[in-house]
């Protein structure tokens, strides 16, 4: 049973930098997309970053130039994210998902098969 467990969610003031993990088990796909969503209350799960097995990246507009997204290295199970320039509008609820296909600009959630339980993030100002 793929789990998928997201942690180093927190708070921080504007400018600030936090970076947020995701432990994958259970899964052993040779093609794959690893993605981070996020969500405020009231609206649609939006997708920040994604990353496939290639190690191809693909970025929101929104988040561009300050998130970057990657794989730990020697533990290609863990997928990290790494937040810098933070604004009051990144905060929300983080999540981590993991599709069995490639990633596709703009497929947003439906391509993915399994999902943490969310880290949150609060960006003061």
């Known amino acids: 049973q793929v789990q998928l467990e997201e942690s180093g969610g927190g708070s921080v003031q504007a400018g600030g930098s936090l970076k947020l993990s995701c432990r994958a088990s259970?899964?052993?796909?040779?093609?794959?997309?690893m993605a981070w969503f996020r969500q405020t209350p009231g609206k649609e799960r939006e997708e920040v970053a994604s990353?496939?097995?290639?190690?191809?990246?693909?970025y929101a507009d929104s988040v561009k130039g300050r998130f970057n997204i990657s794989k730990k290295p020697n533990d290609r199970d863990t997928l990290l994210l790494q937040m810098s320039s933070l604004k009051p509008e990144d905060s929300a609820m983080y999540y981590c998902?993991?599709?069995?296909?490639?990633?596709?600009?703009?497929?947003?959630?439906?391509?993915?098969?399994?999902w943490g339980q969310g880290t949150q993030v609060t960006v003061s100002t």
């Open positions: 259970g899964y052993r796909y040779s093609r794959h997309c």
């Open positions: 990353i496939d097995s290639d190690g191809v990246t693909i």
């Open positions: 998902a993991v599709s069995h296909k490639y990633c596709e600009v703009g497929a947003g959630q439906d391509l993915y098969n399994y």
